[in-house]
């Protein structure tokens, strides 16, 4: 198998340090035998680091079970090692079949030694269990013990990259030209979908306060605020919020005028105040000429608020913040949501559990309840924008998780557009990617603090697979889709997921990477309306026919042909001004979007989407 990745780091540094070790030597003015035999030493420490690093290419007689699977007899074959993939080739000469695993997508690996196994012609083995990023197991079987542990040693080095320069996004050179790669990393610019929203207009602005990532070194460079927000203010509002990330724009609605604003949490405590930041909530507002309020959604539970009072921040408090209304969307904490996760892995790990022990488990586990207040606040945002014509300010503690999460939901709900397989890539790219979600530190790419792990974007994968199933012609994509991302996100195959914040990405020049924004055919929902439709009626997948499909698709082109009918009736009278509410007055319906039954869908027997 190919190392030559691996050795030609290693070979690297043995080469520099070499040279740094002679050039000391030189100055000090140290004998020629001291140096070579400094040298020398240099150089077998760090061969020995070679050999960590892989301790063997190719082990043969190895059995592998896939219990997930289907699969009860072990399947003989041959395991090969490289820096980037670990190989499972079958020793049948018809098949012949490869079983590929990236090798930073391991997780977990545990080697048991001496270990029985009773499938194996009484033959004692020995078992590595391999335990994925995408939940899959596998059961290596040794007839070595000697192979298990070497195997063991590799995998464990392998899977826990200590430098960014030692992933696979970055350690390849993929078969693209410069031309084809520039490409590829335009089609998702976040500038390009302000642009499809109307922005920069009378109301929200760009601003030049962030361009070298002083202001907010986690927020993007290019930043659109409320136009009654002068620079005073926004510094002001940055040094109140917590990582400095103050009150920005996520989603304009042009229908409503109404918009989707994101921040951290302020640092009032319990009497804390802040007069910039108290204008910087006032000049959002006022961009909203329909309305004297917004909405201030908390995505945490309320205790959990209260109690960041007691270390300094807090959430916003109405007496010193007129003009809002707080809403606490009870949305739990990364370590909440982990715990949950593993608890329905447990679950599904079990080997023959009646179906009341699995309910049981779904429901102990947690995880459709968490599913479900993240749907809850997407839909609370959603309401208040389309509805009520109200602007809502999203935060949570630092604003790059739950904040992430119920802001993408109600774009999904309220915009066509990101139901579509470039415009959720778009999504991505703005609201989680370059306005600073830890992907790094959420999928673990790099070897660090394991309690930083968290399934945030499984989350909202999963929120848009159960919409997919009330909705199914509402979506371009299918689940293969989600699935796909998500494995982007954990593998870091390409520079998509790179980083912690758009300033880390240009840092290591991700534009050097590949980005995957090519769509692949199975991808696509054969479901999906081909008309742009703001909602479609509920079916269901698996009760409906080619006939119910056509009626919904032409419901929703009537409802599209009375939206332009409207539109067409304003512009007779003349165009409204942009920052009035006269085109909203003339319009007979009010803006449409995706209104999914809660409390009816998502129940402990529903299915479970990508996550498992």
């Not at 997930?68 to 079958?90: C, D, M, N, W």
């Not at 990101?418 to 530190?441: A, C, N, P, Q």
């Not at 968290?454 to 989350?459: E, G, I, K, N, T």
Request: proline share 5%; net charge positive; with cysteine.
């Amino acid at each position: 198998m190919d190392v030559r990745f691996t050795y030609r780091k290693q070979i690297t540094s043995v080469y520099q340090c070499v040279c740094v070790c002679l050039c000391l030597c030189l100055r000090v003015r140290v004998c020629v035998c001291v140096s070579v035999c400094l040298c020398v030493c240099l150089c077998l420490c760090l061969c020995v680091s070679v050999c960590v690093c892989v301790c063997v290419c190719q082990v043969e007689q190895v059995r592998l079970l896939q219990r997930r699977a289907g699969q009860r007899k072990p399947l003989l074959g041959t395991l090969y090692l490289s820096a980037t993939h670990t190989i499972f080739v079958e020793n049948h000469p018809e098949t012949r079949r490869e079983t590929w695993v990236p090798t930073q997508h391991a997780l977990q690996c545990h080697a048991h030694r001496n270990t029985h196994i009773s499938m194996v012609a009484s033959q004692s083995l020995t078992q590595l269990v391999l335990r994925c990023k995408d939940f899959r197991v596998f059961h290596l079987l040794f007839p070595l013990e000697r192979d298990c542990v070497e195997v063991h040693a590799s995998l464990t080095r392998l899977s826990r990259p200590e430098s960014y320069s030692e992933l696979y996004c970055l350690s390849i050179n993929p078969n693209t030209n410069q031309e084809e790669r520039e490409k590829s990393w335009s089609l998702v610019l976040p500038s390009q979908d302000y642009q499809r929203m109307g922005l920069p207009n009378n109301l929200w602005v760009a601003t030049a306060a962030n361009s070298e990532y002083k202001m907010c070194d986690s927020y993007p460079a290019q930043l659109f605020v409320s136009r009654w927000a002068s620079p005073a203010v926004l510094m002001g509002s940055s040094r109140f919020r917590s990582r400095g990330r103050l009150p920005v724009l996520s989603y304009f609605h042009q229908d409503t005028l109404a918009a989707v604003c994101r921040c951290s949490q302020p640092l009032s405590g319990f009497s804390g105040r802040s007069e910039e930041d108290e204008q910087m909530v006032t000049a959002v507002m006022k961009a909203n000429p329909g309305s004297d309020f917004i909405y201030v959604v908390d995505t945490r539970p309320r205790l959990n608020a209260m109690a960041n009072r007691a270390a300094g921040k807090g959430y916003e408090s109405e007496d010193h913040y007129g003009n809002i209304k707080l809403h606490f969307s009870g949305i739990d904490n990364i370590h909440v949501m982990r715990s949950s996760q593993q608890r329905i892995l447990d679950v599904g790990e079990q080997r023959t559990p009646s179906m009341s022990d699995f309910l049981l488990g779904l429901e102990n586990s947690g995880w459709l309840k968490h599913i479900k207040a993240v749907l809850d606040a997407g839909v609370f945002i959603a309401k208040a924008i389309a509805d009520e014509g109200v602007s809502v300010l999203v935060h949570c503690s630092d604003g790059w998780d739950r904040t992430a999460q119920a802001c993408s939901v109600a774009s999904v709900l309220l915009e066509p557009y990101y139901r579509t397989m470039k415009g959720l890539m778009v999504l991505i790219e703005k609201d989680w990617v370059s306005f600073g979600h830890k992907f790094s530190h959420r999928y673990g790419h790099l070897d660090g603090d394991p309690r930083e792990v968290s399934p945030v974007l499984d989350q909202f994968l999963e929120v848009l697979w159960q919409l997919a199933q009330q909705f199914p012609c509402a979506f371009q994509f299918n689940e293969r889709f989600l699935l796909d991302l998500r494995t982007l996100a954990y593998s870091c195959q390409d520079g998509t997921f790179l980083g912690n914040s758009e300033k880390e990405r240009r840092s290591l020049r991700s534009e050097r990477t590949h980005a995957r924004t090519h769509a692949r055919a199975h991808t696509h929902a054969p479901t999906h309306a081909r008309t742009p439709t703001r909602t479609l009626t509920r079916t269901h997948a698996r009760t409906h026919t080619p006939v119910d499909f056509l009626s919904s698709v032409r419901e929703g082109s009537q409802q599209l042909e009375q939206q332009l009918a409207n539109q067409q009736e304003v512009a007779a009278g003349g165009p409204a001004p942009l920052g009035s509410r006269q085109g909203i007055q003339h319009t007979k319906t009010r803006p449409l979007y995706l209104k999914p039954r809660l409390h009816r869908h998502i129940t402990a027997s529903s299915p479970i989407g990508p996550s498992l």
